[in-house]
Every structure is written in structure tokens, then in C-alpha cells.
């Protein structure tokens, strides 16, 4: 494996992509909206559905919006910490 520094230079760094949640709820609540969405589908005109869809994509943007930073800031918190515990002990 090359080294992490490597990874996130060449782009194979991608954390988003191998996270899942290990919350019991998780699988159930996400084959719920699945469920759901089947459901306005068969229920919607298909302008209607289009426009469900496009409201679903802008939400999952801010989502992964809120991820990046989340992720960003978990990393600063971290390296901070690290930096306190190695100049302070």
C-alpha cells in the first residue's frame, strides 16, 4: 500500500465512498425511502416526479455538503488534539 500521503495526492483517498453507517436503523429507514419513493412515483404525474427527484438531488448535495465539513473539522479537532497531547505532556 502506498503511503497515505500518496493516496490522497493521487486521488484514491475517498472515505465517503466506503462508510456505512453501523446504526441497526440504518438498512431499514433507507429501504423505507426507497419503499416511499416507489410509491410518489406510481402516485405523481412524471413532471411531478421530476421535480421530487430534482428536491431529492439539491437535498443530497447539502447533505454532502454538510459531510465534507463534518469530515473536515473532525480532522482538525484531531490533529489538534494531537498536537496538544505531543507539546503538552
Known sequence: MKSILE????GNLRPEENIVPKD??????NKEITTNI???????????FKQLEELLDMTDQVHSMHSKEAFASGFKIGTLIMIESRFTS
Do not use: G
Open 38 to 48: 416507489e410509491k410518489f412515483q406510481k402516485k405523481l404525474s412524471e413532471d411531478d
Open 24 to 29: 441497526s436503523e440504518y438498512r431499514s429507514i
Open 7 to 10: 493516496e490522497i495526492y493521487y
